[in-house]
């Protein structure tokens, strides 16, 4: 099994310009996560899914859109750049009921 | 809301000596608490939890936890560090009673083990 894995690993844009991360599990896990993670800050949740078809919004969510179309992938999109959102993301995916949270190995994206 | 607080920065411990990776914690109810080990250009691995009974719980590559409910914290131990161990560590609590598990990390600390 592959576990979660994420594309691209490295990516620089633009202020505006747009992009859509992909995470993608085999584990069969229903719960899905975005975090983002900034020197000082820890992991921060972005937005997170219970199941395919649905989305609710994390910690902090502006800026950032997402879509569950189906249960294996969970895409992040960011629709307009910005500097502040340079940064290590971070999806993860999990079981109901339980609480370990499995990561991918991050995408690191640079807003110039 | 609920919270943890992971006090240092960095730990230094030379190979072999035994490390304390400190963690303290504020909840409403019963705490669930993790610990995370993040390696360079990794992900977060699960190293162990504390749900319930013993206070000391056992995780993987021979790390341990002890949970203190009077002083409300949750270091993270291990009796001899190896070069390998160091990495990025971090503390978590899952946020809410029941339903949807969030978990709320730390800050990290980032333990170095000298040879």
Known sequence: NAGVTQTPKFRVLKTGQSMTLLCAQDMNHEYMYWYRQDPGMGLRLIHYSVGEGTTAKGEVPDGYNVSRLKKQNFLLGLESAAPSQTSVYFCASSYPGQYEQYFGPGTRLTVT | AQSVAQPEDQVNVAEGNPLTVKCTYSVSGNPYLFWYVQYPNRGLQFLLKYITGDNLVKGSYGFEAEFNKSQTSFHLKKP????????????????????????????????????
């Not at chain 2, 070069?83 to 333990?111: M, P, W």
């Open chain 2, 80 to 115: 001899s560090a190896l070069v390998s161990d160091s990495a990025l560590y971090f503390c978590a609590v899952r946020d809410g009673y029941t339903g949807f598990q969030k978990l709320v990390f730390g800050t990290g600390t980032r333990l170095l083990v000298s040879p």
